[in-house]
């Protein structure tokens, strides 16, 4: 691999290993070029917070420590600054705000629920309810029309259990959308190294029937997600079964 644009940090409270780990790591693996894309704080309404993010006031940190390690390894990786993040319609505006004036170059779009996550329901979960998935497609179309989100990030995350023709109809609105949009669709390896309902066949022959791109994506947790040529080969030969252009790069959508 050439890039990889989605790499977590402890901050998130599930993955491991220092920012500086994973830099190491990327250098050793080949990498030119590491994008961090933490998960994004979000600004919930009362006491709800979600489990698997950094709070808004580590935010600052996060950032100092990313552009602090771009200096380091300056000449030896491109270390580029980002956020995987979820579009809550309610929540959107007020995570645009606090991002304004910080170095954050970028946004991959992981939609982890439906709705603003305190609301509904999250969308790994397995279900046949063909309105839910609707709303799924219909939640990431409008994050496209944002323009802010470079890709996104295991699009065929909602695990959908019901009849094949409407997942077909509905995901191939998703792939048209994304493709009008010039957004590439990331192919994760990790879901593929833990077994996940994600990355998925059925999701990616659509993807090249609609003609979209695609990119790898490790989503690493650990610093060894960063070296795995088993797993690349595997993404790689999934592209190729589906028939799609499989960037070395993503053009990064300024925020």
Do not use: W
Request: proline share 6%; glycine share 10%.
């Amino acid at each position: 691999m050439y890039a990889n644009y989605h790499t977590h940090t402890p901050r998130c409270r599930h993955a491991q290993g220092t920012g500086r780990e994973y830099a190491a790591a990327a250098v050793a693996a080949g990498l030119k070029v590491l994008g961090f894309s933490d998960h994004t704080p979000q600004f919930f309404p009362g006491e709800y917070y979600s489990h698997f993010r950094m709070r808004p006031q580590e935010l600052d940190g996060y950032c100092a420590e990313v552009t602090a390690l771009r200096e380091e390894y300056a000449g030896r990786l491109d270390i580029r600054l980002g956020l995987e993040a979820e579009y809550y319609p309610a929540l959107f505006g007020a995570l645009c705000r606090r991002l304004r004036g910080t170095p954050v170059e970028y946004l991959i779009l992981g939609q982890h629920a439906l709705g603003n996550e305190y609301d509904a329901p999250y969308t790994g979960t397995p279900t046949a309810d063909a309105a839910l998935l609707r709303r799924y497609v219909d939640q990431c179309i409008e994050a496209l029309g944002t323009g802010m989100f470079s890709y996104i990030a295991h699009p065929d995350i909602f695990n959908f259990q019901g009849e094949e023709a409407v997942y077909a109809r509905e995901m191939e609105r998703l792939c048209r959308a994304a493709r009008d949009a010039g957004v590439p669709l990331e192919i994760n390896l990790l879901g593929m190294e833990e077994g996940r309902c994600y990355p998925g066949e059925r999701f990616f022959r659509l993807a090249g029937q609609v003609g979209n791109a695609a990119v790898l994506g490790c989503d690493a947790h650990a610093p060894a997600m960063l070296a795995r040529p088993d797993l690349e080969a595997r993404g790689r030969a999934l592209a190729a079964r589906c028939g799609l252009a499989l960037l070395d790069t993503v053009p990064l959508r300024p925020l």
